[in-house]
């Protein structure tokens, strides 16, 4: 009785093909975010069992602000920054709370969050929990931004603009024309938030990420992940100290949430001098991404020129099918359905990893094509 509510909820998502389970690894990965294929990598092993060896604790016992604050926390940091060309870093658990911390915390009220209309749920997370007004804005469209800005000040708006956006799209795969709306931020004295989610470790000189050329400027913020692309766990805000010093003092998700393993910070600092200096798994990573663009787009996947390739393919119970026809022929190829996507855009998201080779995109190409028939 008193669970009736979540039950009906949940089988009227089932009736809509909308009902998300858990599904186990199996098959040949086309669908997780390990891009260069790190999270099993030796290198990272090896330095897991060496922080192990040298006494580095498994757990921090508490808020960073408490007995928390470890030395593999605060080297990571001034790693980091030097390595992503920030004045400073702030490492959090996850991504996830990071965004939500940012944009919950830095924009106040007064302010204006002007947002891409496909930026990530962590994001809108965030701006629930803030004190600005908040303004969406179409995919990629930087005049609509300016328009936005424009369109708030002339109603009276006197606060600080925020742009946020991410640098690559993980569901869309597609660029943030970041340079177009750095210059927007200039001309209106606005702050811009860049989530690299999906651009660390794969793109930009040593794999800084698409916005390399921003960091360290003191408009700019940027998220650099490490659960993706570099294969462990956690997140960096790299930004201005005033920046880092107000969400150490205000972001209740750094404040009140036991701050990440010291072991997570060792193996991340290893991950780092990793995309650093193998440049050679960025080199065979945009060689599959060349031959998936040649071989899956007359499939009717987006060739986007990175390593996510949506392949559209509309209504939810046809991207269930098609998955799971995938599915039976071997590959892990998962279905991505609303809310995640915009309404009539399910989709098969294509990733492509080191975990691949070109034979296996070859035999992909073949069973979606037969599959699509």
Partial sequence: MHLASH?????????????????????????????????????????????????????????????GNDPEHEALEEEGARFFGSETALFFASGYAANTAL????????????????????????MRLGRADTAMVAHNEPAAVEAAIRAWRARGGLGTPWIAVESLYSMDGDRAPLTA??????????????????????WGERGRGLAAALDGAENVITLKTFGKALGCEGALVCAPRVIRDFLVTRARPFIFSTAPAPLAAAVARAALAAIGDEAERRQRLHQLIAEAGARLGPLGATDTGTQVMPLIVGEDRAALDLA???????????????????????????????????ADLAALAAVLAEARR
Avoid: C
């Fill in 103 to 126: 944009l919950g915390t830095l924009p106040q009220t007064g302010d204006l969050v002007v947002y891409d209309a496909l930026v990530h749920a962590s994001s809108h997370d965030g």
């Fill in 324 to 358: 799971a026809a995938v599915q039976q022929a071997g590959f892990d190829v998962r279905a991505i359905r609303p809310p995640t996507v915009p309404s009539g855009s399910a989709r098969l998201r294509l990733s492509l990893t080191l975990h691949v080779t070109a």
């Fill in 7 to 67: 039950r009906d909820q949940l089988a009227a998502l089932a009736a809509r093909d909308r009902l998300r389970t858990l599904a186990p690894r199996r098959g040949i990965d086309f669908s997780s975010n390990d891009y260069l294929a790190l999270a099993g990598a030796p290198r990272l092993r090896a330095a897991a069992m060496a922080a192990l060896e040298r006494g580095v604790a498994l757990g921090s016992g508490g808020s960073r602000l408490l007995r």
């Fill in 181 to 202: 709306l750095a210059e927007i931020a200039a001309r209106h004295a606005a702050m811009l938030v860049i989530d690299e989610a999906h651009a660390v470790g794969v």
